[in-house]
């Protein structure tokens, strides 16, 4: 395997959590709900997601008891800020706190146990393919779902009159109310679908990336996933690049430092931060401000009146 | 309802004055404050063991409190605080960045005994205590230098502070004891704590052809990333052998345990001083996990190593030491650099290609 290639994997993975948890978010966004849970779904996710595969040996398993561990707890911040109309910033951070602590409460009993990383697909001669052969044909299912999730939200978001509908909720839940949707309803859906990729995405990590469970071990992935999708103005397809381009800086700066460049690491280890930051900045900057509006109604509560 | 309240208010007082009192008479009550989650299997979870050690050598005369997962810096002062305000009488620190909080904290309350992990500032009150690991780095040193193939040594490293490069210097000079043109990468990952980060870090070590990795973060992902690849790892504060029984050479075991019940009995004695302690492989504060994966040869010669560091024979910061630039690194020692030199060591030694991430 030449360096390029594990290289370019290497940057696949690192990308593949934050795609996932930051789409998820998207969506939720898009609905008008602020959710800054993220991290907590995420660590939740890994908890349950490697206990789920510790227990039945299964991958696939795993990932769903993360997705479903991720739904949970942003049910309980659905409860919170949808039903009883709790201010969604204050409710976030709390779902963050609760799902640092119960995840570590919960994997208590895995720490220092292992598993058998997620399977790579191996298709005879398309996976042998020099240089592009692992990277397109040899990885595994969750960064496969990755793509394809991405592609779906783009699609259900402008190809579809239910996304027609999503965003309308986000925008002016009071007109959307005006004309019979239910708004409520919707954004339920929308927070569950965000809990469930925040919960996959740190499903991930104990599952494919490094196949062990310790506490804490999403390390702010969370936080990162959430800036994301603020940088890439709510468009799926920036937040791709948004996405990659972070994984892409964090792998390299590494690699940079083992060549022994003689950069302070520390500017190093901002790197991601910066690039990501300004790349999408200027990509927002060019577009105009017509194509980067926030949804109106982000972290507004609606009451609806009867 | 008034009365009602009255007396629940009384009863209250009363409790929390018999609660005070028992505390105060015949028990210790010793805090710990935590860098990671005590289940990181590293730097924090070896502190928790000893704490359990502490607990299980006392018994009742002892009651333990942890934070964990408290950051480092000046927001761990409340965290401090917190524990000295609930009536503990000795107070465990137990990473570098809570030093400046913790002489600040102590200064606040004089009447009450802490001691700082790794650092260097002490008080009447405020003791420091810590390992000499690179006496362990040395011997990985060596065993890396036998062990690579490639002659290139892969070393993740957290921040770049004097104990993380008095660690990557011993083990090049133990290196270079065998295999005088061994080269080493660095990669600073600055976290102690982000396992993929660390495997990340692991990963571009690999991929550049290094045959034998190393770390000096708290998670055992390297180890796992290592295993993967197929080439040889250390462990880091704890026995990581479960993470990769065919790629761990060996592990340097951080053993607080004895230590703190012997403050703890020295507190409860009333005999309990603030001093500095630096202790290694001799006094068994620093341990080596057993010597797996290698020849029978490099085994001998690391066992032959321990025993003469153990001895006093051997130190891996013999001088002449030779800096970076090929000048002689002043001895201020006498036979080997002096304590001071190896805990404030700002300079890497020669053989490292890298520029080192200090000032200067």
């Known amino acids: ?306 | 309802m008034k009365k009602l309240l009255m007396t629940a208010a009384a009863a209250a007082l009363t409790l929390a004055a018999t609660a005070f009192n028992a505390t105060a008479a015949d028990k210790l009550k010793v805090g710990f404050i935590y860098l990671g989650p005590v289940g990181d299997l590293g730097w924090t979870y070896m502190h928790e063991v000893a704490r359990q050690m502490m607990v299980k050598e006392l018994g009742d005369k002892v009651e333990t409190t942890y934070l964990e997962n408290v950051n480092e810096g000046p927001d761990s002062e409340r965290s401090i605080v917190q524990l000295a305000r609930t009536g503990h009488d000795l107070i465990f620190t137990t990473s570098f960045g809570y030093m400046d909080p913790t002489v600040k904290v102590a200064k606040q309350f004089p009447k009450l005994k802490f001691e700082h992990a790794t650092g260097y500032k002490r008080a009447e009150n405020l003791g420091t205590y810590s390992g000499r690991f690179y006496e362990g780095r040395y011997i990985q040193g060596v065993i890396a230098g036998k062990m690579s193939k490639t002659g290139t040594l892969g070393y993740i490293g957290s921040f770049p502070i004097p104990e993380v490069i008095s660690g990557i210097n011993a083990t090049i000079l133990g290196a270079q004891s065998v295999n005088p043109n061994i080269k080493v990468k660095i990669i600073w990952v600055n976290t102690w704590f982000d396992p993929g980060k660390e495997a990340d870090a692991a990963k571009a070590l690999a991929d550049q052809g290094v045959d034998v990795l190393m770390q000096h973060t708290d998670s055992p992902a390297a180890m796992q990333v290592a295993a993967q690849r197929g080439i040889y790892a250390f462990g880091q504060d704890s026995d990581m052998i479960k993470f990769g029984p065919k790629t761990q050479l060996t592990s340097i075991i951080n053993n607080w345990g004895p230590y703190y019940v012997k403050q703890a009995k020295a507190a409860l004695a009333g005999t309990w001083k603030a001093e500095d302690t630096w202790d290694g492989l001799k006094e068994k504060m620093v341990l080596m996990a057993p010597y797996t994966n290698m020849p029978d040869d490099v085994k001998a010669l690391a066992e032959k190593t321990e025993a003469a560091i153990v001895a006093g024979e051997l130190h891996p910061f013999k001088c002449p030491v030779i800096g970076q630039d090929g000048k002689e690194v002043e001895c201020k020692g006498g036979k080997n650099l002096d304590p001071g030199q190896i805990l404030g060591m700002n300079f890497y030694v020669k053989g490292i290609d890298d520029k080192f991430p200090g000032g200067k």
């Open chain 1, 1 to 306: 395997m030449g360096l390029v290639e594990a290289i370019v994997i290497s940057i696949i993975a690192a990308s593949t959590p934050l795609l996932l948890a930051a789409a998820g978010e998207l969506i939720v966004e898009r609905a008008g709900v602020l959710n800054l849970g993220v991290e907590g779904m995420m660590i939740m996710g890994a908890a349950c997601g490697f206990a789920g595969a510790y227990l039945t040996g299964s991958t696939f398993v795993g990932a769903l008891f993360g997705v479903a561990a991720g739904m949970a707890l942003s049910f309980v911040f659905a409860v919170l800020t949808l039903g009883l109309a709790v201010n969604q910033v204050a409710a976030g951070l709390a779902l963050t706190i609760l799902g640092i602590g119960l995840s570590g409460l919960i994997g208590a009993g895995f720490v220092g146990e292992k598993i058998v990383p997620a399977p790579q697909l191996s298709i005879p001669v398309l996976t042998g393919i020099p240089f592009i052969g692992r990277i397109l044909f040899g990885q595994n299912a969750f960064i496969y779902f990755s793509i394809a999730l991405v592609i779906g939200i783009w699609w259900f978001l402008y190809r579809t009159r239910a996304g027609l509908i999503l965003r309308a909720v986000g925008d002016s839940h009071t007109s959307a109310h005006a004309l019979g949707y239910p708004v409520l309803k919707i954004r339920l859906l929308a927070v569950l679908f965000g809990g469930g990729c925040a919960g996959l995405a740190g499903a991930f990590l104990p599952l494919a990336y490094t196949p062990f469970f310790i506490p804490g071990m999403t390390a702010g992935r969370g936080w990162i996933a959430l800036a994301l999708v603020v940088f890439s103005s709510w468009l799926p397809g920036r937040l791709v690049a948004g996405a990659y381009l972070f994984g892409a800086v964090s792998i390299l700066q590494l690699h940079a430092q083992a060549f022994g460049l003689g950069i302070p690491s520390q500017l190093m280890t901002a790197l991601p931060y910066l690039a990501t930051v300004m790349v999408l900045v200027i990509i927002s900057r060019a577009r105009g401000a017509a194509g980067s509006v926030a949804p109106a109604s982000l972290g507004t509560v609606f009451v609806p009146d009867r």
